[in-house]
């Protein structure tokens, strides 16, 4: 029985086209395991606040209508017990606020200057909890984080090995998008881009999964990759910054604002972190997710003050400022990053979101959904991608060979 000579409709691929599919192939194949455990660990590192606050009990409180106590208040009921249960001498630190369902806690330095966090009921003033390790939540995602920044390695090591497969993942998602894009739309080509055939074979749908799921994630993952890269290249976050801003990166300034030590005062103020508390109270109205006041503990260092907005977590917009332990004036400071972010230029602003872009907290829990689904879909385009490869290298072989075994 003669055979019919099939003539190929398929175009023929451009240069361009060709070496775009190659380098997507071998990056991903170079980078897979890399990209898989970085995007799996920025999923569960997206929702590491919302674990803390349900494992820790210690963290909530019940709401009243009932005023707060200021923090002098607060401070003398941490001192005295401190004073009763610990057995070394304790330095008072900062004294945090969130919101009306949350603990206010007090920051302290033991003598041998380790940290820790005091937890206390900010409308009675009782103890709940006084900690002087992470919780085994945070231990965990102290793990993830090494994982995400660093690949458990040594921090000069991992960290440029990471940013270095970021920087591959980015160039495989754009040939990605190259190879995804069809030669000619047809209605067959369109719903083979867009959607994704559950009825068929697990080989089309694992194909599916990687073109479809990559295609509609992928404005999100270069979001996430390129933010991502900023904390590891100095060049690639001032060339990020200077395409944003239209400016070079200014140098970061390393002198300290510190209070003057020659200043003195007859009339000492009495309770300094209540004025300062009632200043960010007046200011704000209250509308703040979080109140740190970081105490001088020594003779200058200022009052620190920090207000963040929204759930307390987002940083992007927040207002951090310093004043004179004897006076209460504020300290000027031209450091760049702590100006206030309503005298920002449109492209600095983006910059600021860096962070919280990259986190998904920028609008709260749907960006932090997105972050997440993203990363997620990030995680699976290595797994399924390794998976085409294998069955288009070695699938078809096997398959040859056994039919071949069966022939008469």
């Given amino acids: ?105 007090v920051g302290y330095r033991l ?9 206390l009921n900010p409308y009675t003033g009782s ?13 965990f995602f102290i793990f993830i984080r090494a994982g995400h920044r660093f690949f ?66 992928l404005i999100f993952m270069l979001l996430l990759t390129i933010s991502g890269i900023v904390f590891t290249f100095d060049w690639f976050e001032h060339g990020v910054y200077k395409m944003l801003t239209w400016k070079d990166p200014v140098e970061a300034k390393i002198k300290e604002p510190l209070s003057d030590t020659t200043l003195l005062s007859s009339h000492k103020i009495l309770h300094p972190e209540d004025v300062l508390w009632m200043r960010m109270n007046s200011k704000y109205g209250g509308q703040y997710g979080k109140l740190v006041i970081n105490l001088p503990l020594k003779a200058k260092d200022p009052y620190e003050v920090i207000v963040q907005f929204g759930d307390g977590t987002i940083i992007y917009n927040n207002v951090i400022q310093y004043y004179d332990q004897q006076s209460l004036k504020q300290i000027k400071t031209d450091r760049e990053r702590l100006k206030p972010y309503v005298q920002l230029s449109p492209g600095e602003k983006a910059f600021r979101m860096n962070f919280d872009i990259h986190t998904g907290q920028i609008l709260g829990l749907p960006s932090k959904i997105i972050a997440f689904l993203a990363c997620m879909i990030g995680a699976s385009l290595p797994v399924t991608g390794f998976i085409i490869w294998y069955n288009r290298k070695w699938g078809k072989k096997k398959k040859k060979v056994s039919s071949a075994g069966t022939g008469n």
């Fill in 152 to 217: 458990w390695l040594p921090q000069k090591i991992g960290s440029p090995v990471v940013g270095a497969a970021c920087i591959i993942f980015l160039i495989t998602l754009i040939t990605g998008l190259i190879w995804w894009f069809p030669a000619k739309w047809t209605r067959k080509t369109r719903e083979k881009s867009f959607s994704i055939k559950w009825n068929a074979n697990w080989k089309r749908v694992n194909i599916d999964l990687h073109n479809v799921m990559g295609f509609y994630a």
């Fill in 1 to 105: 029985m003669l055979k019919r000579n099939k003539t190929s409709t398929k175009p023929r691929k451009s240069t361009f086209r060709k070496v775009s599919e190659w380098l997507h192939l071998w990056l991903g194949l170079f980078s897979g395991i890399i990209v898989f455990v970085v995007c799996l660990t920025g999923a569960i590192w997206v929702w590491r606040y919302e674990v803390w606050y349900f494992t820790e009990q210690y963290q909530r409180v019940t709401a009243l209508k009932t005023p707060v106590i200021k923090p002098s208040g607060l401070i003398d009921v941490a001192i005295h017990y401190l004073h009763l249960k610990e057995d070394q001498p304790v330095e008072i630190s900062s004294i945090t606020y969130g919101s009306p369902s949350k603990a206010v806690t």
């Fill in 111 to 119: 003598a041998d200057s380790k940290n820790a966090l005091l937890y």
């Fill in 127 to 139: 103890v709940i909890k006084n900690k002087h390790e992470g919780s085994a939540a945070e231990k």
